[in-house]
């Protein structure tokens, strides 16, 4: 189902721009390349997209492997985001395996505004990843009171920043998840 959903051609030609950013971004080594190259109608540099790392990781991968790896790198994330749901089901002896089946084959239809290929497709996964940390760090905290896993938050964070801007997103998912922890408190 996932394979059939999401063969597809190239919908959205932001892709295009995401390449050419991220060879700006290796060729001038400056983070802030001049977009006003790229535009035919009067623009300015003042706007600031913060997308560097994705946007080299998407060239990186284009020159490497074409259309093709780029298409792979599409399906490599969503099965990450699909593992670390199948994960957590395992982990927690989730009971009832059809539901935990039916709740991970939901996600992967209703992912598909999530694997567009471009540096959203990186948040999707990074917004799966806080989940999964948080989720797995208060199953630790149950066994051994340990919080070793939330150190990885401060990391996933510093990735997230540099690939694409829903990071914001992330923390406020982060802030309501501490908030709730403190109001579990008392």
């Known amino acids: 189902?996932?394979?059939?959903?999401?063969?597809?051609?190239?919908?959205?030609?932001?892709?295009?721009?995401?390449?050419?950013?991220?060879?700006?971004i290796l060729d001038t080594g400056n983070l802030k390349p001049d977009h006003t190259v790229y535009s035919w109608t009067d623009t300015s540099n003042e706007t600031v997209y913060c997308a560097w790392l994705?946007?080299?990781?998407?060239?990186l991968v284009d020159q490497v492997g074409g259309f093709p790896l780029l298409f792979t790198l599409r399906y490599l994330c969503l099965f990450a985001v699909l593992g670390m749901i199948g994960f957590f089901f395992l982990r927690v002896r989730f009971p009832d395996p059809v539901l935990a089946v039916l709740a991970?084959?939901?996600?992967?239809?209703?992912?598909?505004?999530?694997?567009?290929?471009?540096?959203?497709?990186?948040?999707?996964?990074?917004?799966?990843?806080?989940?999964f940390l948080y989720f797995q760090a208060k199953l630790v905290l149950f066994e051994d009171r340990s919080y070793k896993l939330l150190w990885g938050l401060p990391l996933l964070f510093l990735v997230w920043i540099n690939t694409h801007g829903v990071w914001?997103?992330?923390?406020?998912?982060?802030t309501l998840l501490v908030a709730g922890e403190l109001m579990n408190q008392y």
């Open 104 to 131: 991970i084959l939901v996600t992967a239809i209703t992912a598909y505004s999530g694997v567009f290929i471009k540096p959203e497709l990186f948040s999707m996964v990074f917004m799966a990843g806080l989940a």
């Open 1 to 24: 189902t996932v394979l059939i959903r999401y063969a597809e051609p190239i919908k959205d030609g932001d892709l295009f721009f995401h390449l050419v950013y991220g060879q700006a």
């Open 168 to 174: 914001m997103f992330g923390v406020i998912l982060f």
């Open 54 to 59: 994705g946007q080299v990781v998407l060239h």
